[in-house]
């Protein structure tokens, strides 16, 4: 299900469905602007719902932009906390950079507390990211039962490119979702984007479907 007013609301019980959707739907009502890393085509906006039916609901469509080495190099990083010589990565900003581990603070937090709403990990240090150049998209995690025995996961971007990024990282996410839901005792239901700012690049506009 497409939306057609702000926010973007897309909809799928699959990656493939959930990206097309966006990178359509971006097509269709974005905005061409010009950003620091280039000129792209953007929603102020968008809400991106999937709600798998199985382990098929994360096959990566077919013209995806990115191979799956990409794919499973970036899913594997998201719960590495080593930096591995980069700037910045989520995992070691999730499990390090602030002096402890979020993702086994949070574990413990919903094994011990159902329907806890404070089960929130961060990624974004205003100390240094203000000023930087290389900063996180993703933001913050947020992770919630659903009062049976299912754990949602809700993830907010500042920046998500649609075009390129949204299967690697919806991906990772699940993969973060698993691992939480494994060990406070529950099972990953549906995973929610918030993203302020979603975008394609102008480059990308062609050659996406």
Not at 39 to 63: M, N, Q, T, W, Y
Request: hydrophobic residues 35%; aromatic residues 8%.
């Amino acid at each position: 299900m497409l939306s057609k007013d702000r926010p973007l609301v897309v909809r799928g019980r699959t990656l493939e469905q959930v990206w097309r959707q966006a990178v359509t739907g971006i097509k269709i009502h974005g905005e061409k602007v010009k950003r620091e890393r280039g000129p792209v085509k953007e929603v102020r906006g968008l809400i991106a719902h999937l709600e798998p039916s199985g382990p098929e609901s994360f096959d990566i469509p077919d013209d995806y932009p990115l191979d799956e080495h990409s794919v499973r190099a970036y899913e594997d990083q998201l719960l590495d906390p080593e930096p591995r010589g980069f700037e910045y990565t989520y995992g070691n900003r999730l499990r390090r950079y602030f002096g402890l581990d979020q993702v086994e603070k949070i574990s413990e937090r919903l094994s011990t507390s159902r329907n806890t709403r404070r089960a929130v990990a961060v990624t974004w240090d205003p100390r240094r990211d203000l000023d930087e150049e290389e900063v996180p998209c993703l933001t913050a995690l947020q992770l919630q039962s659903d009062g049976d025995h299912g754990l949602e996961l809700h993830a907010f971007y500042r920046s998500w490119d649609v075009g390129k990024a949204l299967v690697a990282n919806m991906i990772a996410l699940r993969r973060f979702q698993e691992h939480v839901a494994e060990r406070a005792g529950l099972k990953p239901t549906t995973l929610t984007v918030y993203a302020a700012n979603a975008h394609v690049y102008e480059e990308d506009l062609s050659v996406l479907p």
